[in-house]
């Protein structure tokens, strides 16, 4: 399916400093949370300077943030490890609305339109701090092109991390974000992304169907978790005078009657931000939603991809839809790719795949 790869480590100016010939790497890529990186090299082959790892092989530019030095006697290693770029985004925290020395502050409490553009929407207003001394705190990431793709979105400053805020956004369309990093030019550009809809159903793209009958898995792990399940949240809000309980349903099931379990959230949303009631239960209802979205059914189905059947970022990819069939446990989904661990040691490569909830659909 594949094969290793070159990895080049880079000074904090992104100059080559050298090829690194690891003994043992893992790439974890994910689509809905940065992803992390490790290597093993010999010790005399580490150098001081090394910052950042890249190669043109993956979409990916890793940060070393964790230099470990191992010494086994006859044998002395450095382990390198750290993050994808898409973590940068949580250095910085979407701040709440108020009274500020922050001179780029947005003066929007709640933005709506399609998840695309909301999330652009908050990258460019969080992504750099500039306080009213002048003074600037800067990511260095440029922005790319907003396609204006996803489904309808709501969503309020709140003070989480922007990377996890924008990761929340986007999920709901199957959408992710990646921090891109061109060679050439040494630029980060933030863009949004989506995989492919390989399902047994389409006939746009080559379906992709990981099966234990067809024999093209091993090692199946699939888990199913209702300790956290919540279909309603109750929002209870009591600011300036103004008390305001909105009851937000996120799931009912095949009767459509309401099912009662609840999660409460207290909130602090201020009614004097929005020019309209409609405005402010809305954005109740959205602060809702994102409470909910902590409190999912969690179905995570995990296997081996065994070599010969389809080739990996060529048939299938991160963030692809496929079908999963383990007749066995009578699991018949489509599901998205969220994980691609891959692993490569002493010559030997490896690929572990995850699929996970709230995107899989039980079909039987």
Known sequence: MASGFNVIALDEKYQIVSLLRYTNLQWNRKYFEPGTFSLEIPLEQYNSNYKYIYTKDRPEMGKITQVNYVDQGSYRAI???????????????????????????????????????VAFAFFNS???????????????????????????????????????KIYHILKASKMSYRISYDFQTSKK???????????????????????????????????????????????????????????????????????????YLKSA?????????????????????TELSDHVKTVNVEFDAMEGSYEYMIDFDLGDICSIEIPEISISADAVLIGCY??????????????????LKNRR
């Open 79 to 117: 382990y390198l490890s750290g993050y994808f770029l898409e973590n940068e985004l949580n250095r910085r925290v979407v701040y709440r609305n108020g009274t500020t020395n922050i001179a780029n502050a947005p003066a929007w409490v709640n933005k709506t339109g399609n998840a695309e553009e």
């Open 126 to 164: 969080f992504k750099d701090v500039i306080l009213s001394d002048g003074k600037k705190c800067l990511l260095g990431i440029d922005s790319g092109k907003n396609q204006q793709r996803g489904k309808a979105a709501a969503h309020e400053r709140c003070g989480e991390y922007l990377g996890n």
């Open 189 to 263: 550009v933030f863009s949004v992304w989506s995989g492919v809809d390989r399902t047994q159903e389409q006939i746009e793209n080559n379906p992709i169907i990981f099966s234990t009958h067809y024999g093209n898995i091993k090692k199946p792990n699939v888990l199913t978790d209702y300790t956290n399940y919540k279909n309603g949240c109750i929002v209870d809000n009591e600011n300036d005078a103004i008390t305001y309980s909105q009851v937000v349903l996120e799931r009912t099931d095949i009767n459509d009657n309401l099912q009662d379990s609840f999660v």
């Open 269 to 289: 949303i201020n009614r004097n931000d929005y020019t309209s009631d409609s405005q402010f239960v809305a954005a109740l209802k959205s602060e809702g939603y």
């Open 342 to 359: 891959e692993v490569i040691k002493k010559g030997t490569w490896g690929l572990t795949l995850e699929f996970g909830t709230p995107i």
